[in-house]
């Protein structure tokens, strides 16, 4: 397999991948971090660590909160001299990932191979009647689903992978030819939709993840380049739970995940996907169980995917998720992003309250924010606070901070 690096010069590297070339003995059950400063440096690190059986954390280089845990932890860069004893040389894993922290610290969850190995298996069988011959690649390799979908997927498969530091839609869409795989971003298919170029991808495939997608921009894109994209729901933790194509409503579980909910309809996750232990300050033990926090409605084998548990508000007996509530707000022209948090309201007779934060070019009155609602929501009566920003923080994924 040949991995092709566009650099932002225009100039193109080119590496031909031999495991041979990437075993190493001596660094078998080496630890060292590798975070999320370039995916040219990255690609062949994390081969050569997989390769040679090492163990490498990986995390996004902006998190402080990591980088800091590390550094007390004296974990030092995977290739550098590092003879610190730590925690982690006694477990059994071949990667670590961590969460982004956006719903409370970061925790890491420890990846050994058969774990990705696994899911790789699944993804080849989805994968395996659209003749994939080229991974391109918008996410860094220190999110999970960038590891899975943008190197191992192709890397166990034989398959050539093209990247690029930073894509710039145009540049994404010149990239994509027949049998192409482009593992991205919701980011990146709302750009896409705005671009006036058009080209017919229907021999190609994306797929996206990382945060929701709306069905509109979903349709929109399937109309506009006439191909599909296969979204992806999981997390660090769990690996991949579903996927549904294009604007779909339900969620299909991928085979060997076995979907189950508690007493409050929140999902519980069992599959071989699943980290049998986690870290955050000390290890934690799941044993392939994940209870989540995302509120679900099954439907015969498939499901609908609600929202948080904590992030859904519930008005007249309906609920409605806060995710669904940005997707409506995010549609208006003049505004960029919105977040929006449930929060207690003591003060008013229905309990809750809608707290919004918005980026975009206009500050709309609380009237005009309820009735844009209202108009997509019905016209129900909840009360909301309001604040502008000028930029809402977001990961190296694109992924908003709900910090």
């Given amino acids: 397999m040949k991995i092709e690096v566009h650099n932002d010069n225009g ?44 163990k490498i954390i990986l995390f996004d280089e902006t998190n ?29 894993f071949s990667m670590i990932f961590f969460t982004s ?24 069988k989805l994968f395996e009647n659209k003749n994939i011959n080229k991974v391109v690649l918008t996410v860094p390799f220190v999110h999970i689903y960038g590891m899975l979908f943008g190197l191992l997927y192709p890397l166990l498969n034989n398959i050539d992978i093209v990247l690029k530091e930073h894509f710039l839609p145009n540049d994404l869409l010149n990239l994509i030819d027949d049998n192409s795989l482009v593992v991205t971003t919701p980011l990146y298919i709302k750009a896409l939709n705005k671009i006036s170029s058009i080209k017919d991808l229907s021999k190609a495939i994306f797929v996206s993840s990382t945060a929701p997608l709306d069905a509109l921009n979903a349709k929109e894109f399937k109309d506009k380049f006439n191909t599909d994209i296969m979204q992806i729901f999981g997390s660090t933790e769990t ?95 003049e505004i960029n992003k919105a977040l929006v948090f449930v929060s207690s309201n003591e003060d008013s007779l229905r309990g809750e309250r809608l707290d919004i934060t918005i980026e975009g070019s206009k500050e709309f009155s609380s009237k005009e924010i309820k009735k844009i609602l209202q ?22 994924v694109g992924k908003k901070l709900r910090v």
């Fill in 11 to 54: 100039t193109i590297t080119t590496y031909t991948i031999n495991k041979e070339d990437f075993t190493n003995s001596s660094l078998e059950n080496h630890l060292g971090y590798i975070n999320s400063k370039s995916k040219e440096k990255n690609v062949l690190n994390i081969i050569k660590a997989y390769y040679s059986n090492s």
């Fill in 64 to 92: 402080q909160i990591i980088s800091k845990k590390l550094e007390d932890l004296k974990i030092k860069e995977f290739n550098s001299d590092n003879n610190t004893k730590t925690i982690f040389d006694e477990k059994d």
């Fill in 101 to 124: 922290g956006s719903t409370g610290n970061p925790v890491g969850a420890l990846k050994t191979k058969k774990h990705l190995e696994e899911e790789v298996k699944v993804l080849t």
């Fill in 239 to 333: 690996g991949g739970i579903a996927y549904k194509l294009n604007d779909e409503s339900l969620w299909t579980p991928m085979p060997e995940v076995e979907i189950k909910t508690n007493e409050n309809n929140e999902l519980k996750v069992v599959s071989p996907f699943v980290s049998t232990t986690l870290y955050e300050n000390e290890f934690k033990d799941i044993n392939g169980i994940m209870q989540t926090f995302d509120y679900i409605e099954k439907e015969n084998n498939k499901f609908k995917l609600v929202g948080r548990s904590s992030q859904i508000l519930k008005i007249a007996g309906k609920r409605y998720s806060t995710i669904q509530i940005e997707n409506i707000l995010e549609e208006v022209e």
């Fill in 375 to 396: 108009n997509r929501l019905s016209n129900l009566k909840f009360s909301l606070s309001l604040k502008y920003v000028d930029k809402i923080p977001t990961s190296s």
